[in-house]
T-cell receptor
Framework: DAMVIQNPRYQVTQFGKPVTLSCSQTLNHNVMYWYQQKSSQAPKLLFHYYDKDFNNEADTPDNFQSRRPNTSFCFLDIRSPGLGDAAMYLC???????????FGSGTRLTVV | GESVGLHLPTLSVQEGDNSIINCAYS??????FIWYKQESGKGPQFIID?????DKRQGQRVTVLLNKTVKHLSLQIAATQPGDSAVYFC????????????FGTGTRLKVLA
């Protein structure tokens, strides 16, 4: 089945230690997004790629970076995780951005 | 703007009753809206969408109503089942062509047996 896959489902990282979360898709969607979702809050957009074009949200901290080496994969890099970065990170894809998202199951990040 | 609510409103509904979940959106120029269902520990799942040129759209057991005058969206779930228990988010596309969706605060639906 075509889908959006996030790995790992759960990630524990040390304070300040770089961590990478991954997302892959078999939908051949050209737009990929990363959202941060904290407990009992709505998902908050960090950035998105339209094809190879990177679009950062104005309030996304510099600590968060992203890479999209090809259509199928997108990575979220957190350069120096702080305790406040503990959250669920959701990857989503969209075809042209006009028909809503398909979300992955998310990666829950714990910072210790 | 972005939703920053810390406490999700909760709707408790008896199994078999109808549920109505409400959402106020922020941008009068938004032309496309989606309802998502998010179960615990999972990513949001598409339920139903509606474009701004419509005021009602029906799916299987779900209906979305759009009132552009007051910038209000609602999701009606008929004959609510235990499997409907989840957090429900509305999302708006505030500017056509920006490929970004802004999520509302969310409502937790609890189905009582």
């Amino acid at each position: 089945d075509a889908m959006v896959i996030q790995n790992p489902r759960y990630q524990v990282t040390q304070f300040g230690k770089p961590v990478t979360l991954s997302c892959s898709q078999t939908l051949n969607h050209n737009v990929m997004y990363w959202y941060q979702q904290k407990s009992s809050q709505a998902p908050k957009l960090l950035f998105h790629y339209y094809d190879k074009d990177f679009n950062n949200e104005a309030d996304t901290p510099d600590n968060f970076q992203s890479r999209r080496p090809n259509t199928s994969f997108c990575f979220l890099d957190i350069r120096s995780p702080g305790l406040g970065d503990a959250a669920m990170y959701l990857c989503a894809t969209s075809r042209q951005g006009n028909y809503g998202y398909t979300f992955g199951s998310g990666t829950r990040l714990t910072v210790v | 703007g972005e939703s920053v609510g810390l406490h999700l409103p909760t709707l408790s509904v008896q199994e078999g009753d109808n549920s109505i979940i409400n959402c106020a959106y922020s941008n009068s120029a938004s032309d496309y809206f989606i309802w998502y269902k998010q179960e615990s520990g999972k990513g949001p799942q598409f339920i139903i969408d509606i474009r701004s040129n419509m005021d009602k759209r029906q799916g299987q057991r779900v209906t979305v109503l759009l009132n552009k005058t007051v910038k209000h969206l609602s999701l009606q779930i008929a004959a609510t089942q235990p499997g409907d228990s989840a957090v429900y988010f509305c999302a708006e596309n505030p500017t056509s062509g920006t490929y970004k969706y802004i999520f509302g605060t969310g409502t937790r639906l609890k189905v009582l047996a």
